[in-house]
């Protein structure tokens, strides 16, 4: 699958009150999450970003709590996906979980501003930095990880685990 | 070459003799947690699996907390959505008044034990790692499924040992400690790892200063905080037990990616400044700001002991006229024991203002928001921007003696100041 968007540019340890604050937790809805997505530290984000941009910070992104309403929020809010050097292990399970794609890329960030446009290639990890003209190449997925992607996320995945066993 | 503890519990719980870093293993769970906030995405999602029941009601909670009591209508409908489900599943449940922060209640009612693996949607869930057992936050799907199946896949994390020599001073506990650790390694200086703690520092903490230590490993980006039993944790354990345990020793040969050894005999009161827990810093050299608020509870630091400490610096005195503090015991069983030793009274008598049990204002939550430019000395666990409200507010964690210190001068101060 190609993702094709402009970059938004964040630095280290951007953490989970900073893409959604606390005081929306008591919200289920992702499109209501998806208009305080990043409000305290990038208040023009939600109104800005367009269907396909993408996100890229350095370190430990996602890092605090275990609220699935970040990852829920960035993918409502359009982001086609975020590319890190290192992502909190809880923000990363539950991206994964609920097909918010991620990518880890240390290149990638460092070759990449606000504003560039990006080309990327989920199943070869083919990051394109169309602004600049260059490309990088991000840290494979495990097998594994594949299989809970292809399968359309981990309630998709157990499901089928849980209809084989009963049969 | 032998197993970390971490190992150890995983090996077990997978069926296998041995496994190693990096390996990923479908785990049997022993015990599965959401609260009020995580546990309605998590129900949600479990209504998609295709199963009416959840694995084992005695092994899976769900816990009012977060916004409870109810904050507002949406927070209601949200701890009613959950209390049907709980209560139709035959879930293990506790309703308010009975209810407490998640990672007091759940080991102080003896529901996560010794060499158990445990699953909480919810990121202190590494709490109960104190106990011996292998505990790790995860998101609401990954909760939705383990309670539908009772097993989760997870990847071995790599052990980084923390070895901690020398005897404690006076006011300085697990806060301390965890802080001056997370100062010394970073946010993400455990990022995916398991943190192993060890040393005679540590055998002389009581279980409360242990759960304080594990509480904030996820504060250096860890998947669990995990401590070897001894003779305390068993005493505690046996008083209070829901099932049978077992104990898990790391192999004396075991692999460690990394062992950090510190000598904590002139360790003094550590304070996190504004806007990390690893902006480590002693109280001696912190600034001695100016605060309008005081927080003194959560996961990390409302336990009974935390209370007993901050009523032995309050007592007598009078919070600072500027200030305002707010004293929230962790559990319903911790506000009673401290209702009936005095010290809800004591901090009354201080003018603090003493809440029911909630997770509240450490999450920004309610019952304590700050205004844009409030400072608040918390013995809460993060103090990341806009933690506890205006993101230009300010939290400063500290211990729970340091908080009490800090009402009464109305700035960030040390106990022995007041004390004399």
Sequence with gaps: ?167 | MGMTLAEKILAAHCGRDRVSPGELVNARVDFVMANDVTAPIAIREFQKLGVERIFDPQRVAFIPSHFIPNKDIQSAENAKFMREFAIAQGAVYFEQGRAGVDHVLLPDGGWVLPGDVVVGADSHTCTYGALGCFATGMGSTDIACAMATGDIWMRVPPTIKFVYHGKLSRWVGGKDIIIYTIGDIGVDGALYCAMEFHGEALAELGMEGRFTISNMAIEAGGKAGLMVPDDKTLAYVRARAKRDWKVYQPDPDAAYQEVREYDLSALEPMVALPSSPANAMPLSKAPRVDIDQVFIGSCTNGRLADLRLAAEVIKGRQVHSRVRCIVIPASHEVYLQALREGLLETFAEAGCAVATTTCGPCLGGYMGILAEGERCVSTSNRNFPGRMGHVRSEVYLANPAVAAASAVVGKLAGPEEVLG
């Design chain 1, 1 to 167: 699958m190609s993702l094709r968007g402009h970059v938004y540019k964040y630095g280290a340890n951007v953490d989970t009150d900073a893409i959604i604050p606390a005081r929306y937790l008591n919200v289920n809805d992702a499109q209501e999450l998806a208009q305080h997505c990043m409000e305290d530290i990038d208040a023009g984000f939600a109104g800005n970003v367009q269907a396909g941009d993408v996100m890229v910070a350095t370190t430990n992104f996602g890092c605090g709590s275990s609220r699935e309403h970040a990852p829920l929020c960035i993918k409502a809010a359009g982001v086609s996906c975020v590319i890190a050097k290192s992502f909190a292990r809880i923000f990363y399970r539950n991206s994964i979980n609920i097909g918010l794609p991620i990518l880890e890329c240390d290149e990638a960030v460092d070759g990449t501003d606000a504003g560039d446009e990006l080309e990327i290639d989920l199943e070869s990890g083919a990051i394109r930095n169309l602004t600049k003209g260059t490309a990088f190449q991000a840290k494979p997925y495990p097998e594994f990880m594949l299989e809970l992607m292809r399968a359309g996320g981990l309630v998709e995945y157990t499901r089928r685990r849980l209809a084989a066993k009963t049969g």
